[in-house]
């Protein structure tokens, strides 16, 4: 099973809104409405953004939303924030043997 | 509160073997599924295991197949990885995590530990 693929970075300006891309196949992100989006600081764990493709859990901004079409997700921040600058890893349920899948992961900068 | 702390990382040469466990609390444990995710130094979250709320369904990535085996304990609340035949590029911060709803199987959700490290070195 390979790794979702992610942009390597994207990065944006305070107050813009900025997009990451997921592209999958039609056995994990086309395949399954099992798509999730995780935050990560460094030298932290990941937090949970989006479930269930566009799901938002208790707590998190609602600058932040999350969309899929065919094999690929995307998540957009919108209104960028210091505070966003971090690692973003979208993740899918597969129906391969192994069952889940991690994208490669984007590095968001904030300018 | 709901939380999941892991324990049992250190350094290991090549070819031994390690217990990972993840003490659960906060949450009726017997009910969710549980995941182990690593994360190499400087790299991605890397999906490692799966296990069902009843222990029933296990899944493994296939660069741990036939080498780590998940379990759990739902009397004690905890979640075990054991790694056998430890690799240099099993080298990474694992970390368990719990599924966004009780009775699915559907991905490491909202809660997460904090990590373990661990090290295989000669």
């Known amino acids: 099973q390979s790794a979702l693929t992610q942009p390597a970075s994207v990065s944006g300006s305070p107050g813009q809104s900025i997009t990451i891309s997921c592209t999958g196949t039609?056995?994990?992100?086309?395949?399954?409405?099992?798509v999730s989006w995780y935050q990560q600081h460094p030298g932290k764990a990941p937090q949970l953004m989006i479930y269930e493709v566009n799901y938002r859990p208790s707590g998190v901004s609602n600058r932040f939303s999350a969309s899929k079409s065919g094999n690929t997700a995307s998540l957009t921040i919108s209104g960028l924030q210091a505070e966003d600058e971090a690692d973003y890893y979208c993740s899918s349920y597969t129906s391969g043997s192994t069952r889940y899948v991690f994208g490669t992961g984007t590095k968001v900068t904030v300018l | 509160q709901v939380q999941l702390v892991e324990s049992g990382g250190g350094v290991v040469q090549p070819g031994r073997s390690l217990r990972l466990s993840c003490a659960a609390s906060g949450f009726t444990f017997s009910t969710y599924a549980m995941y182990w995710v690593r994360q190499a130094p400087g790299k991605g979250l890397e999906w490692v295991s799966a296990?069902?709320?009843?222990?029933?369904?296990?899944y493994y990535a296939d660069s741990v197949k036939g080498r780590f085996t998940i379990s759990r304990d739902n009397s004690k609340n905890t979640l075990y990885l054991q790694m056998n035949n430890l690799r240099v590029e099993d080298t990474a911060v694992y970390y368990c995590a719990r599924d966004r709803h009780p009775m699915t199987m559907i991905g490491p959700g909202d809660v997460w530990g904090q990590g373990t490290t661990v090290t295989v070195s000669s």
């Open positions: 039609s056995t994990d992100v086309g395949g399954f409405h099992y």
């Open positions: 296990i069902s709320y009843d222990g029933g369904n296990k």
